[in-house]
Antibody, heavy 114, light 107 residues
Framework: QVQLVQSGAEVKKPGASVKVSCKAS????????ISWVRQAPGQGLEWMGW????????YYAHNLQGRVTMTTDTSTSTAYMELRSLRSDDAAVYYC???????WGQGTTVTVSS | DIQMTQSPSSLSAFVGDRVTITCQASQDINNYVNWFQQKPGKAPKLLISDASNLDTGVPSRFSGSGSGTDFSFSISSLQPEDIATYYC?????????FGQGTKVEIK
């Protein structure tokens, strides 16, 4: 079946980096882009950016530019999201989603704590 | 960037009631709107795309309408399993911003 499986929970110190993976299966990876969305505790959904899995084009939310990098590895059908210089307000559940949101990963909890 | 203004932020209704949520875009987005349902601790689930197209397997009590800048989402007969937070999102261009969410509860 079509699914996105994300990497496990992470605990990071302020200033560190985190890299979350999102492995696709059940469909042709390069036929659909991948979006990343995060949700801070008790808050709404925040769209972080999008990457084309066919040509690598990407678009990042303005508030994350300079700290976020989205990449893909088509050989393993995996998308990655790296966030650097972590702050306490980056603590959230991070989701990957296929294309326009018809398939979502299970979410990865990122805790930022000294 | 296009802003999506969603209201109300929360609502409480009886089982069987009709509930409606609205979303207003800051500029014309054609019909490029998704509606998602999110239950606590779970990933969002796509209910409606293109403003009014029900995703596969979504009960027919859910519906969406609108085009341009004004959109609405309705549950014709609220059920206990519909307790969740609902979000609109546009995909007219990038960034694909979400509305603030509407928490739906049972009276």
């Amino acid at each position: 079946q079509v699914q996105l499986v994300q990497s496990g929970a992470e605990v990071k110190k302020p200033g560190a980096s985190v890299k979350v993976s999102c492995k696709a299966s059940g469909y042709t990876f390069t036929s659909y882009g991948i979006s990343w969305v995060r949700q801070a505790p008790g808050q709404g959904l925040e769209w972080m950016g999008w990457i084309s899995t066919s040509n690598g084009n990407k678009y990042y939310a303005h508030n994350l530019q300079g700290r976020v990098t989205m990449t893909t590895d088509t050989s393993t059908s995996t998308a990655y999201m790296e966030l650097r210089s972590l702050r306490s307000d980056d603590a959230a559940v991070y989701y990957c989603a296929r294309a326009y949101g018809d398939v979502w990963g299970q979410g990865t909890t990122v805790t930022v704590s000294s | 960037d296009i802003q999506m203004t969603q209201s109300p932020s929360s609502l409480s209704a009886f089982v069987g009631d009709r509930v409606t949520i609205t979303c207003q875009a800051s500029q014309d987005i054609n019909n490029y709107v998704n509606w998602f349902q999110q239950k606590p601790g779970k990933a969002p689930k796509l209910l409606i795309s293109d403003a009014s197209n029900l995703d596969t397997g979504v009960p027919s009590r859910f519906s969406g309408s609108g085009s341009g800048t004004d959109f609405s989402f309705s549950i014709s007969s609220l059920q206990p399993e519909d307790i969740a937070t609902y979000y609109c999102q546009h995909y007219n261009n990038l960034p694909r911003t979400f509305g603030q969410g509407t928490k739906v509860e049972i009276k």
